[in-house]
């Protein structure tokens, strides 16, 4: 169980609750039982005539605020939580909270169909979660621009192994890594790159999405391929990549599209997204799964344009999608008309006058796949831990030598990570590829 935030909602209450005396808020979750994580979708502040009582060191809701908020996430299906911010230096459930929980327990669970309410404490940039009523301690998470978990993590692996990168992350950034679950979309030549460095760094929680099985051209840039491999599963020969340099990892493969309801389950519970597909449809369904789930992605792409064997341009990008950062719609990655191409029939292609795709095979070169997802990890690491690694878009030509960090911000009338996205939302809305059509 775990509760989690988007970056820019979390933004908002550190704002909202800021002052010299105890603020609050009311918030409503949506539960994902797959991840048992409840995304927190909508924050409604206490105003001064929704407080009772309000100091330095406590704060009393008023019952008209309390019915208020119950009744919302009651007709919304949504849990509640309770949020209030304590005095600088005091990140503790005091005992005022203890006394003032126990007298709303009854009432929350009568009005919360959901049957989970939550009381939380914010507190110089920290926040403590538990139950209404009980004792335990929640994991929270805040995902943006960089991630930060706020839970117990894995002891860091015994032995010299990551002595030389603890040196660059330090023991913390470490053990971050390595209580990651990280999800692969796509093992050919930029995923195997991705499932390799991942595994050296130290992740030992993977989930692998193919639908494919190696060809022979495909060994000129899928990493652990040997001519024998040709014909077995991408995901089977990226798994026995991992498992030879992590032993110990778990990997799980799910062999479908992932547009597949399998391969979305599969995603909900992962902590990050490797987008390492060239098709638009499923780029488009993984960057409103992001915003969706709040599960960040990095999405990798590259191109070489070649004409009669003279090689024009030799480019690549590498972005992170999350809250806070545009998705790959407000970034004009994605084209319309190839996702209408790639969601039509072999018979509806070939009917269709303006269809010019025909599946011809792109170049491809192991060395600029490479440099990409090595740009894609290193962004990885800036998101998760204490490595002062900013970019979150950058873009390459080869030819030039050039690397350009890029920016923008999400459209705040895009229906994916706009104002009136789909932020949070979870599986209380449908990914649908119709609707991919209609973007």
Known sequence: MEIVFSDPLYQHLERMLA?????????LLQHDPISDRFLVQEAVIAEEEDRLHATATEITFAPQFLVRVTRLAQSSGRSLALIHSHPS???EFSGTDDRTEAGLVDFLRDRNPTGFSFSL??????????????????????????VTLMRERAETPDGEQYDRQIRAFGSAGQKIVSSLTVALVGLGGTGSVAAQQLAHLGVRNFVLIDPDVLEETN????????????????????AALITSIQPEASVRCVQRSVTAKEAIDALRAVDCVFMCTDSHVSRALLSEFSYQYLVPAFDVGVSINAREGKVEAVTGRTQMVCPGLPCLWCSQVLSPHRIREELMTEQQRAADPYFNEGGERQPAVISINSTMVSMAVTMFLGAFTAIPVEARWQSYDALSG??????????????????????????????????????
């Open 219 to 238: 060994l000129n840039r899928v990493v652990g391929t040997v001519p024998y491999s040709v014909g077995h599963a991408k995901i089977d020969s990226a």
């Open 89 to 91: 230096g005091f990140l």
């Open 19 to 27: 002052g010299n005396e105890e603020r609050g808020a009311a918030l």
């Open 121 to 146: 404490v914010l507190c110089d940039g920290r926040i403590l979660a538990r139950r209404v009523g009980g004792d335990e301690r929640l994991p929270v998470r805040i995902v943006g621009p960089r």
């Open 402 to 439: 050039k690397v350009r960090p890029l920016s923008a911000k999400p459209d705040p009338a895009c229906g994916v990570c706009g104002k009136d996205g789909v932020l949070g939302y979870g599986p209380s809305k449908d990914l649908s590829l119709a609707d991919l059509e209609c973007r």
